[in-house]
């Protein structure tokens, strides 16, 4: 639980940096509107998706994948409080789309059609858990608890997601020393 803890802290720490607010200010003097303050967004976080359990043997060589609403993507290692190892970009259309397909969904609805999920760590395999960032509280799918099936258009739409994601890089295998 450890490492699931300072991921959490992690995590929380990236996203209050980046949920805060960026403001950009005329340097040249003046009383045209065009020299008023103008405030963006930071981008924001749109999924966290973190892997866990057999990919730990040896090393710490599980992957979490951090993707922005900006198409930005950072890969950490679970677990580890250190910065991305690989940064890159995604379209951010892709990201919004992906977004927009789960806005209807009742993921009350969903546990229940998928089924439960089954501990894949327990045996040497890889759990993941998904942290959804749209609209409203954020949605944590978690494969121990319901069954992340490729044939549900949910799951479908993430691991497409996923494959353009993983595409901007992997980590290298590292060796616990």
């Known amino acids: 639980m450890i490492g699931v803890e300072s991921a959490m802290t992690r995590f929380l720490t990236r996203t209050l ?7 950009s200010m005329s340097a ?18 749109a999924l966290e998706y973190s892997e866990i359990g057999g990919c730990q043997m040896m090393g710490p ?10 198409g930005k993507v950072e890969v950490f290692r679970t ?3 250190a910065a991305a190892e690989i940064t890159g970009t995604i379209p951010p259309a892709e990201v919004a789309a ?11 609805a969903l ?18 858990t998904a942290t959804i960032h749209g609209a409203g509280e954020p949605v944590v799918l978690d494969s121990t608890k319901l069954r992340f099936d490729p044939a549900n258009g ?3 739409g993430l691991e497409r997601l996923m494959t353009d994601v993983r ?3 992997q980590l290298d295998l590292r060796q616990r020393g």
């Open 17 to 23: 940096v980046a949920g805060g607010l960026l403001l």
């Open 28 to 45: 040249c003097g003046g009383s045209d509107a065009t020299d008023a303050p103008t405030i963006a967004t930071a981008p924001s976080v």
């Open 61 to 70: 060589n599980c992957a979490t994948y951090v993707v922005y609403d900006s």
């Open 79 to 81: 677990g580890e409080n």
């Open 98 to 108: 992906w977004l927009q397909s789960l806005e209807a969904v009742d993921f009350d």
């Open 111 to 128: 546990a229940t059609a998928v089924g439960p999920g089954e501990c894949q760590s327990c045996v040497d395999g890889v759990d993941i």
């Open 154 to 156: 949910v799951f479908a």
């Open 167 to 169: 595409a901007v890089g």
